[in-house]
């Protein structure tokens, strides 16, 4: 970014970040202006608070709290709301940033303290469906069938899928009125079904997804399609499970 | 809700259609028998469904247990969604707000529109020959108007949207192009069923539904146009 580069050091990016200090006390904004570097996105400039923790109106904070890992949008960690949008903190470029930018936890999830949030309930639903391909004997079973090709390439699209959370905080069918598990694990679901080993299994996942919570709660907004950063087709994955399971379903009255 | 909600969200989705939507076109239908049979017309058509054999058992399994059924249940899948339209404004988020706001509006309105017609029938008020007028005579209010009008609009989304919602729900539309498609489809149903209601409003306004002895009924009716 030439343009930007000459624009000297003086400008300053400012945020409005909601906090927290403790999982039950009630949320507040504090402002920030923060020196402006080239390239630089949101967890580089919750870096910079942390390094000198002081407000726009110039009083001292105690720094931001946040979580982050990979920082290439692959582990999930930094998920937050940005600008109103869940999204990843780290591939959240400040230039692409509409200013002041807005940063919030996700609350769909327990927060923590300020950005930090809990996404226990996204792994405890990857166990309830037994994501998983079970390959544990008490002999060598040898090698499991072969997947296709064809299979394996949208397969591996699902497989993407790094449990970050914003599929369940942009639906608005997971709140604590409801106990829907969420888009992710449904897809995941799909994923290990379809794969030739975990295939064995798959009435399992889908009996797992017939219980309460499970695949009933989705109520077609689509939000999650369009809010997944990895693209993973959910409403594709959320309708072919809806057959899967209606299938069982009748199946299972019948007695197949 | 606690134990298995499959079976009832299954259940809901397909009441939705299986008989209500059937029986939704069945009264777009009739009614614009109105429109295009007039008097005589409308009068032919509520005659032949009431003398339909079973009559009773008809209205409780295809209308009355299953309305209540699936609207209550709707009541509560309503209750437990968030609307999300204003961070996410997207319009299949609009379509699932709306699903939810236009159940609701049906549920309260249906309530109202029994009592207002086929009770009115029970209580000995009005008969089924004069249903007709009876309707003109409603309908001829201006608020009673604008009421049903934004009412069938609101139930013909609902209908058609949810003809979309149950194509996913039972996974007979899978891909985002079948989706498409559907979605399309389903939004011509809902231009012209809405038409199809709209019109026999219309005609249920005009001066041929006029009872003779209500005459006021058929002043005010001049007056509005
Ligand atoms: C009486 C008041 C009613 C209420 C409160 C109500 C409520 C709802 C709600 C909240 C949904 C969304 C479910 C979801 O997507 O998760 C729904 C779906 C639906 N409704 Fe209703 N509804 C009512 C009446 C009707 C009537 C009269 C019809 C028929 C014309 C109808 C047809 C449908 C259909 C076809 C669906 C889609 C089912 C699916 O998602 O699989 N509803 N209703
Ligand atoms: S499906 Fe997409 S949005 Fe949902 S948890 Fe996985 S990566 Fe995140
Ligand atoms: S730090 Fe891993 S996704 Fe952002």
Known sequence: MAETATATAKRTVKFIITRRETPDSAPYTEEFDIPYRPNMNVISALMEIQRNPVKADGTKTTPVVWESNCLEEVCGACSMVINGKPRQACSALIDNLEQPIRVAPMTTFPVVRDLVIN????????????????????????????????????????????TCGVCLEACPNVNDRSSFIGPAPISQVRLFNAHPTGEMNAHERLEALMTDGGIEGCGNSQNCVRSCPKGIPLTTSIAAINKDTTKHMFKRWLGM | MSGNSFLPRKIHSLLG????????????????????????????????????????????????????????????????SNLNVGRFNYGRNWAFALQRISGVFTFIFVIWHVWQTRVQVALGNTTNEEIGQHMHDIVTQPGFFI????????????????????LVSWGIT??????????????????????????????????????????????SSAVLG
């Open chain 1, 119 to 162: 996404r226990e309930r996204m792994f405890n639903a990857l166990k309830r469906v037994k994501a998983w391909i079970p390959i544990d004997g008490t002999y060598d079973l040898g090698p499991g069938p072969r997947m296709a090709e064809s299979k394996r390439q949208w397969a591996y699209e699902l497989s993407k899928c790094m």
């Open chain 2, 17 to 80: 259609v299986i008989p209500l939507g059937l029986f939704f076109i069945e009264h777009a239908l009739t009614n614009y028998s109105a429109f295009e049979g007039g008097q005589e017309g409308f009068k032919d058509s509520v005659e032949f469904l009431h003398s339909l054999p079973l009559i009773f058992f008809l209205e409780l399994f295809l209308i009355w247990l299953p309305i209540l059924f699936h609207g209550v249940y709707g009541l509560y899948l309503a209750f437990t």
């Open chain 2, 147 to 166: 009421l049903y009008f934004v009412a069938v609009i609101a139930a013909t989304f609902h209908f058609a949207n949810g003809l979309w919602a149950f």
């Open chain 2, 174 to 219: 899978i891909g985002p192009r079948a989706q498409k498609v559907s979605s399309r489809i389903c939004m011509g149903i809902f231009v012209i069923v809405a038409v199809l209601f709209i019109l026999s409003l219309f005609a249920f306004r005009g001066d041929e539904f006029a009872s003779a002895s209500a005459a006021i009924g058929s002043l």
